[in-house]
């Protein structure tokens, strides 16, 4: 099956600092991918959705300037958390469909964000 | 998007047949169904998908009745490696619609 991968999938910050998390499709272009947060024993979150070549387009409640998302290729997205702060901390789990689409997403390993 | 209901959390014995059923009444016509299976730390991953009747793959089969309100994964003879939280999503595969997850099923096999 199709492959994704993140990195770094740990990565401990001190608060103000920005933190960037990348997304690659490894085998198949991935003209959209989607961008979740996951707190301990909680489901999935969805953040946004990175469309390639285009803004991403948020859920409600997710602050686009903080989270900065870029899909500039079609293998790769990127995430930035800026000026993080610890209330940040969480697992970000990135995802995508495959061309063409059967429905199935394949996820990345996710990352852990811990902000000191 | 239909919304998806599981139960919470199950518990079973190594050895036994587990299913895990799903509601999801608002299901569309170009909706399919699809589990995902999580462990922690770890992102999901694909178990099976279905649009209707019943699909069976190596790890799990998928049970649709005619009205496709509900559906039920059923894995059999579970290990205590199955031990997972799973989850039910319906979304139509044509389009590239965002995909929301529910709270899942936290299964957990004991010994």
């Known amino acids: 099956g199709a492959v994704v991968s993140q990195h770094p999938s740990r990565v401990i910050c001190k608060s103000g600092t920005s933190v960037k998390i990348e997304c690659r499709s490894l085998?198949?272009?991935?003209?959209?991918m989607f961008w979740y947060r996951q707190f301990p024993k909680k489901s999935l979150m969805l953040m946004a959705t990175?469309?390639?070549?285009?803004?991403?387009?948020?859920e409600q409640g997710v602050e686009k300037d903080k989270f900065l998302i870029n899909h500039a290729s079609l293998t790769l997205s990127t995430l930035t958390v800026t000026s993080a702060h610890p209330e940040d901390s969480s697992f970000y789990i990135c995802?995508?469909?495959?061309?063409?689409?059967?429905?199935?997403?394949?996820f990345g390993e996710g990352s852990r964000l811990t902000v000191l | 998007l239909a919304k998806t209901t599981q139960p919470i959390s199950m518990d079973s014995y190594e050895g036994q047949e587990v299913n895990i059923t799903c509601s999801h009444n608002?299901?569309?016509?170009?909706?399919?169904i699809t589990w995902y299976q999580q462990f922690p730390s770890q992102g999901p991953r694909f178990i099976i998908q279905?649009?209707?009747t019943k699909v069976t793959n190596e790890v799990a089969s998928l049970f649709i009745p005619a009205d496709r309100k509900s559906s039920t994964l059923s894995l059999p003879r579970v290990s205590l490696s199955d031990t997972a939280v799973y989850y039910c999503?319906?979304?139509?595969?044509?389009?590239?619609?965002?995909?929301?997850f529910g709270k899942g099923t936290r299964l957990h096999i004991l010994p």
């Open positions: 085998d198949f272009q991935a003209t959209t």
């Open positions: 608002n299901i569309a016509t170009n909706d399919y």
């Open positions: 995802s995508a469909t495959g061309t063409p689409n059967t429905g199935e997403l394949f």
């Open positions: 279905g649009y209707k």
């Open positions: 999503l319906v979304g139509d595969m044509d389009r590239d619609d965002k995909i929301i």
């Open positions: 990175s469309n390639e070549g285009s803004k991403a387009t948020y």
